[in-house]
């Protein structure tokens, strides 16, 4: 019955479940909004694979991707922000009910009573359900370690050896440069005393010798 309705979406060469409608869904609208879809959460399809120029774009509609909403849900949940509208039927694997049976006799002096009224009502057990959320959780470390793989399989080195010469390179050798100049200004001003003095020593002696002479 799916096959023949407009909402019937499935994934690349998957057969149609609510879960691979949904994830057909879900790529759509990452492609009206960022052109892209991540590869990392859907198998290969007709979307262009997220880039890491298109991360901006993902984090400023993080919350519409992250939610859903109905349009039978207006009046009775507050909405306190839009999400995706995704209308994908339930085929027979991904909804289950969990039923449970209570019987009671009707009991005698009710109205209407005879042996070919059955009475029935169907409730729900809880007023509540749970509703579980799965995203995959990549924290920084995680992703450094992933930088440092990478540097190593593609450079020979791991990530500290980057950061060490790059460490070296721009602030090592400008710190040596440095001191090497202030070293050089520091002999350049001793030679140049030096010979000052040498030279005040020698007018000095030169003096000595006149008043002698002079004597």
């Known amino acids: 019955d799916e096959l023949g309705t407009m909402f019937f979406k499935s994934l690349a060469n998957h057969k149609y479940m609510w879960e691979n409608c949904v994830a057909e869904c879900q790529q759509e609208y990452m492609e009206l909004y960022c052109n892209c879809s991540l590869d990392l959460f859907y198998p290969p399809g007709r979307f262009r694979s997220c880039l890491l120029s298109d991360l901006p774009c993902l984090y400023r509609h993080e919350a519409l991707l992250r939610a859903f909403e109905n349009n039978e849900e207006a009046q009775y949940v507050l909405k306190t922000g839009h999400g995706m509208h995704c209308p994908c039927h339930f085929n027979c694997m991904s909804l289950e009910y969990f039923p449970d049976f209570f019987t009671q006799h009707i009991p005698n002096g009710s109205d209407d009573l005879n042996n070919t009224r059955i009475e029935m009502a169907a409730y729900f057990r809880q007023h509540t359900m749970q509703v579980y959320e799965t995203s995959a959780v990549y924290p920084f470390v995680d992703l450094i370690a992933s930088f440092g793989g990478l540097a190593g399989l593609f450079f020979g080195c791991s990530l500290i050896g980057i950061t060490e ?17 202030r070293s050089a200004n520091r002999s350049n001003l001793k030679r140049q005393s030096l010979q000052a003095k040498r030279i005040i020593v020698k007018q000095y002696s030169k003096a000595e010798l006149i008043l002698r002479d002079n004597i």
């Open 165 to 181: 010469i790059v460490y070296f390179f721009f602030f090592d050798v400008p710190k040596r440069g440095a001191h090497s100049l």
